[in-house]
């Protein structure tokens, strides 16, 4: 198995402009997280889904943020309008089940906003 | 709420020993060990479930007190691929999928 696919994996925008962070979970994982890192705040989860469902979005930081799972293997995470402060590197991980069993983590994709 | 990792960083020489920490004011149902290298995404190490026995592969091993709410990795004669910043992950409840990352505990392996 490939792992768990994002693209872009380096992203720089100015401010204002619209990000679409992607991902490709690993197949037969009905779970999904995205998590932010950053040096200030470590790592932190976003929103996570089960079997394509949002079921915690309450680390979304504000309206800004939004993430869709349409099927089982591809989830987007936008931000719009972006700004300076979210700068960080974006996680997409996949499990097959959350708590009990480990999470696989993609290479993740560092956002650049100026 | 984030559970609190000890120490933050250290630093030791081949073939030496470390504990990390992590506490947590919740009740715990699982703990997720991770490493990340730099520039790399985490790695999963084990999970330690409630009532579970202690987790061990090759010299890393893992414990989790339930009573105190607290798990602690042992690296034993420490490699220095074992360099990075080890992150713990704390679950609370069965049923829940995700999963609360403490601020990591930076090891540096020097040769």
């Known amino acids: 198995d490939a792992g768990v696919i994002q693209s872009p994996r380096h992203e720089v925008t100015e401010m204002g402009q619209e990000v679409t962070l992607r991902c490709k979970p690993i197949?037969?994982?009905?779970?999904l997280f995205w998590y932010r890192q950053t040096m200030m705040r470590g790592l932190e989860l976003l929103i996570y889904?089960?079997?394509?469902?949002?079921?915690?979005d309450s680390g979304m930081p504000e309206d800004r943020f939004s993430a869709k799972m349409p099927n089982a293997s591809f989830s987007t995470l936008k931000i719009q309008p972006s700004e300076p402060r979210d700068s960080a590197v974006y996680f997409c991980?996949?499990?097959?089940?959350?708590?009990?069993?480990?999470?696989?983590f993609g290479p993740g994709t560092r956002l650049t906003v100026t | 709420q984030q559970p609190v990792q000890s120490p933050q960083a250290v630093i030791l020489r081949e073939g030496e020993d470390a504990v990390i920490n992590c506490s947590s004011s919740?009740?715990?149902?699982?703990v997720h060990w991770y490493r990340q290298k730099h520039g790399e995404a985490p790695v999963f190490l084990m999970i330690?479930?409630?009532?579970?026995e202690q987790k061990g592969h090759d010299k890393i091993s893992a414990s989790f007190n339930e009573k105190k709410q607290q798990s602690s990795l042992y690296l034993t004669a420490s490699q220095l691929s074992y360099s990075g910043t080890y992150f713990c992950?704390?679950?609370?409840?069965?049923?829940?999928?995700?999963?609360?990352f403490g601020s990591g505990t930076q090891l540096t392996v020097l040769p």
């Open positions: 330690l479930l409630k009532g579970g």
């Open positions: 991980a996949s499990s097959l089940g959350g708590g009990l069993y480990e999470q696989y």
């Open positions: 919740k009740a715990l149902y699982s």
């Open positions: 889904f089960n079997n394509n469902v949002p079921i915690d």
């Open positions: 992950g704390t679950g609370v409840g069965g049923s829940a999928r995700q999963l609360t």
């Open positions: 197949s037969g994982h009905n779970s």
